[in-house]
């Protein structure tokens, strides 16, 4: 914790999308590290989502506004000067992507090629981590991890889009910030997060809870699709990380970083579901019978991270069950009537003392 709260206590810091799932967990840590947090991102959409479960609108400096107007994103630059910025804010989701491609290139695509310009013309910057998805790879379903300079590509929306922002990353990095030499830019790259305060649609996790939660049964669509499950404090960990090394150095760390778990923590969507129903006590397994009308989903992925190992010391320090235990018990202890805010900082505050070990 304190070599972190060396860096980022009292510098302000941008975080496009805080009020998102990985954006809120992200903005309580800069807080904890004492962080002046602005946020810049579209309201929450449900009540229980983490952002207003927290109450950090109340906390840090967040801005209701949209990335896909540059005139909102600069004039937010401006008016803040931040030194850091975190990128996050995005249409996440790939099956959304199928109902509305169009959002999800003018956000993914249309809102990064604003933040970028956004930093290009704020000289305040000086550390920029641009996040996009472990799904940016041309997905070949190999059992080989895929390593930052594999080809890019995507059959979904999604997968495409987060392609397409990787190579937007890489053109303003070759023809713009190759000439300003103070700023320390990276590419991030996760995916398959989980943790609590997620309740976005057609996501297991949350489909689990709420499934527990009434007791019915939880359905599955592709269960034996086998994904990296790792806790969200995983790659947040390695991008704050990365921030710290290209504040210390801005030529050295430039480029693109993978944040994935260990190969053992790569689970079938089955295995992780009874694994959240043994955690949580109870419940039931359904297979939804395959239908012609489900748009097509990967069913193999992971990612290597020799280098994030070898060039910055990351490695993940929760391993399958370890993230599963956290999970359910975040959404547990929220079912029993406990504060977000206590529960949420008390699992910031034991991955930072694992990081310490």
Not at 20 to 25: E, M, N, T, V, Y
Not at 201 to 212: F, K, T
Not at 316 to 336: G, L, S
Not at 343 to 357: G, K, P
Request: a negative charge.
């Amino acid at each position: 914790m304190d070599a972190l709260k060396s860096v980022f206590a009292g510098r302000t810091v941008l975080v496009t999308g805080d009020t998102g799932f990985k954006g809120a967990w992200l903005s309580l840590w800069l807080h904890l590290l004492g962080a002046k947090v602005v946020g810049l991102s579209l309201p929450a959409e449900r009540s229980e989502d983490l952002f207003p479960r927290l109450g950090l609108g109340e906390r840090i400096l967040h801005q209701d506004g949209d990335i896909r107007d540059l005139d909102t994103v600069l004039s937010v630059m401006r008016k803040f000067e931040p030194e850091f910025c975190f990128h996050l804010a995005a249409q996440s989701l790939v099956r959304r992507s199928y109902l509305e491609p169009k959002l999800t290139f003018d956000t993914n695509v249309g809102g990064s090629v604003n933040v970028l310009e956004a930093i290009r013309h704020t000289p305040s910057v000086r550390v920029a981590i641009y996040v996009t998805s472990d799904k940016c790879y041309r997905n070949r379903e190999w059992v080989f991890g895929y390593r930052e300079e594999d080809e890019l590509g995507g059959r979904d929306p999604y997968s495409a889009s987060k392609a397409a922002a990787e190579l937007l990353f890489s053109s303003y990095l070759d023809s713009f910030f190759g000439q300003r030499g103070e700023l320390g830019i990276g590419s991030v790259r996760a995916g398959n997060v989980i943790g609590g305060g997620d309740w976005s649609e057609d996501r297991i996790v949350p489909d689990c809870i709420r499934a527990l939660r009434a007791d019915a049964p939880i359905r599955l669509r592709n269960p034996g699709a086998t994904r990296p499950w790792q806790h969200v404090l995983e790659p947040l960990g390695g991008y704050l990380l990365l921030a710290t090394k290209l504040f210390s150095d801005s030529m050295a760390y430039r480029g693109a970083w993978n944040f994935g778990p260990r190969v053992e923590s790569g689970r079938s969507v089955e295995a992780l579901v009874r694994a959240i129903v043994g955690q949580w006590g109870s419940g039931s397994i359904e297979v939804a019978p395959p239908t012609a009308a489900n748009p097509h989903e990967a069913r193999l992925l992971h990612l290597s991270c020799d280098k994030s190992y070898h060039s910055l010391g990351w490695q993940p320090r929760w391993n399958f069950e370890r993230t599963v235990t956290e999970t359910v018990d975040w959404y547990r202890r929220i079912n029993a009537g406990e504060s977000a805010w206590d529960v949420t900082s008390e699992q910031i505050h034991a991955y930072m003392r694992d990081l310490n070990d």
